[in-house]
């Protein structure tokens, strides 16, 4: 794992977004291309077009309506008040705008480390994984010294062995929390099940880490301690499904399904608001 900074231990950055104290990075760092998902195209480091003055969304209220759902799925874990208020000091784009470079180069690097810590802090909640804890909260501290590092040294930081070290743990934890699942398991890993009908399928403790699940039918479907690590639910139909202590299910996941009210979810998430009653 790369050694963090020499710095004394950071704390825990909060790991959810907190727009009010973020100087929408999102919205002029990222690009997107025009799609299902955006209206427009928008190129890295040019502000969104609905972008006010005062770094708030024009049609925040009306996003799915006017062509933009990718920002409603969208979530950066924290990262953007982060870098706004930590990294910068409170210092923004707009009046500041020699820095407005580094920091949209580091505003993605921020995001991928606050998505590590994300899955870090989940797996320690795992009983199943106490063998490894020690190992990963070593992990969890360097990581999070990595979030206080400065803004040339993020610039500069190459993130992928730190995410090969910190996925390794996190398979390691998917095994032994799946493995106290009766029976054979289904291994659906990276599978393409697009479109797939699996309507009340027991996918308990099933491996679906990188699936494609896009406008899959899993109503009704058991997740329960099922892998979802990266697994895609772009339109997938998760109406009266369980998914509580589902293994590294994450906001931006549940904001791209469709659920309703029966649909279970794990209590550190957020019922999303397009969901049906």
Not at 65 to 82: E, I
Request: charged residues 20%; aromatic residues 6%; positive net charge.
């Amino acid at each position: 794992m790369p050694k963090p900074p020499p710095a004394a231990p950071a704390p825990l950055p909060v790991l959810q977004a907190d727009c009010a104290n973020c100087f929408a990075l999102c919205c002029v760092a990222l690009p997107f291309a025009k799609s299902a998902d955006f209206a427009v195209n928008k190129p890295a480091g040019t502000p969104c077009k609905n972008l006010r003055q005062d770094f708030r969304c024009g049609i925040h209220t009306g996003l799915r309506d006017k062509g933009f759902q990718g920002c409603t799925v969208f979530d950066c874990f924290g990262a953007g008040q982060q870098v706004s208020q930590v990294t910068f000091a409170g210092r923004d784009w707009r009046t500041h705008p020699a820095e407005a470079g580094t920091m949209f180069t580091v505003f993605p690097v921020m995001r991928n480390l606050h998505e590590l810590l994300f899955y870090l802090t989940e797996a320690l909640t795992r009983p199943a994984a106490r063998p490894l804890h020690a190992d990963l909260r070593a992990a969890l501290t360097d990581t999070t010294r990595w979030t206080a590092a400065s803004p040339e040294t993020l610039a500069e930081f190459d993130i992928t062995p730190l995410r090969q070290e910190v996925n390794t743990l996190l398979l390691k934890t998917s095994e032994l929390v799946r493995a106290e699942v009766a029976g054979r398991k289904k291994n659906h890993r990276g599978a393409d099940l697009m479109g797939a009908r699996l309507p009340g399928t027991d996918l308990r403790g099933a491996n679906l880490r990188g699936a494609y699940l896009i406008a899959a039918d899993l109503s009704g479907a058991d997740l329960r301690t099922a892998d979802l690590i990266g697994a895609d639910f772009r339109d997938t139909d998760l109406r009266g499904a369980d998914l509580r202590g589902a293994l590294f299910l994450t906001q931006p996941q549940l904001n791209a399904a469709r659920g309703n009210a029966e649909t279970r979810i794990p209590a550190s998430l957020t019922r999303p608001a397009h969901w049906l009653p």
